[in-house]
């Protein structure tokens, strides 16, 4: 495991108690740099969406928890967040929401001269992921071969 599949985990273990205290959910635990900067990134939600005071209330927390364990070796920011609108599907809890919903798919290398899809979201399983095109085609991909898949957003 990576250093950083390992702060990522680390980090999750200990922010779970937390979040599963104020019956939140944990959507993602990151670990990324961004120029000369580290960030350590929990992104939390709830039915109805995530509040300013809700990260607030977490952050807190969770700081206190990773100040006394204090595995991190760099220095970082540490963030806590909502995760939008755009949230990824990771985990198979995202992917059954979501079934039946539209949803926009980008893959890594062109599938029919096409990296980027929209469609409703049929089934999923570990490995595949099933949607209905616009046109009514039926389209199956690799989870592995997918950069994003979403939930799409109409503004």
């Given amino acids: 495991m990576s250093k950083r599949e390992t702060y990522e985990s680390r980090a999750g273990a200990l922010i779970t108690p937390i979040i599963e205290k104020y019956h939140f959910e944990l959507v993602d635990v990151e670990y990324v740099k961004e120029g000369d900067t580290w960030y350590l990134r929990a992104y939390i939600d709830k039915p109805g969406g995530i509040t300013v005071d809700d990260c607030e209330t977490v952050s807190r927390e969770f700081s206190d928890r990773l100040d006394e364990e204090d595995f991190i070796e760099d220095s970082y920011v540490m963030e806590v967040s909502s995760p939008g609108l755009g949230r990824p599907l990771k985990k198979d809890r995202d992917y059954a929401r979501c079934l039946g919903k539209e949803v926009e798919l980008k893959t890594y290398k062109p599938v ?24 009514n085609r039926e389209m199956t991909l690799n989870r592995k071969d997918l950069a994003l898949i979403r939930e799409a957003v109409d503004f």
């Fill in 112 to 135: 029919e001269k096409e990296k980027e899809f929209t469609g409703t979201l049929k089934a999923y399983d570990e490995d595949k992921v099933t949607i209905i095109l616009e046109d």
